[in-house]
Nanobody
Framework: QVQLVESGGGLVQAGGSLRVSCEVS????????MGWYRQDSVKQSEWVAA???????HYEAPVKGRFTISRDNAQNRIYLQMNSLKVEDTGIYYC?????????WGRGTPVTVFL
């Protein structure tokens, strides 16, 4: 059972930056892919960014160039660095891991961007 714990969410003014992190209970090298999703009060959950076991990264179009997903293999953590934040980036950010065909989720960390 993979456990994921997010942290780092908070309040930030539009144009600012925030970094959220996700601690994984397993070695990152045993996980096929990890990513971040977000959910606001109106939309359904949407995928934001992903990083695969070989280190390749992928981003949803609205965050490309502003967000960076990365990982720390020694710490078994992944991060999402969010720059130039917009009000529409507000939501609960969830960490996801896919291992051996199963998907695991954290409980989320809230991010609120205000004008």
């Amino acid at each position: 059972q993979v456990q994921l714990v997010e942290s780092g969410g908070g309040l930030v003014q539009a144009g600012g930056s925030l970094r959220v992190s996700c601690e994984v209970s397993e070695s990152i090298f045993s996980i096929d892919a990890m990513g971040w999703y977000r959910q606001d009060s109106v939309k359904q959950s949407e995928w934001v960014a992903a990083i695969t076991v070989d280190g390749s990264t992928h981003y949803e179009a609205p965050v490309k160039g502003r967000f960076t997903i990365s990982r720390d293999n020694a710490q078994n953590r992944i991060y999402l660095q969010m720059n130039s934040l917009k009000v529409e980036d507000t939501g609960i950010y969830y960490c996801n891991a896919v291992m051996r065909g199963r998907s695991y989720w954290g409980r989320g960390t809230p991010v609120t961007v205000f004008l």
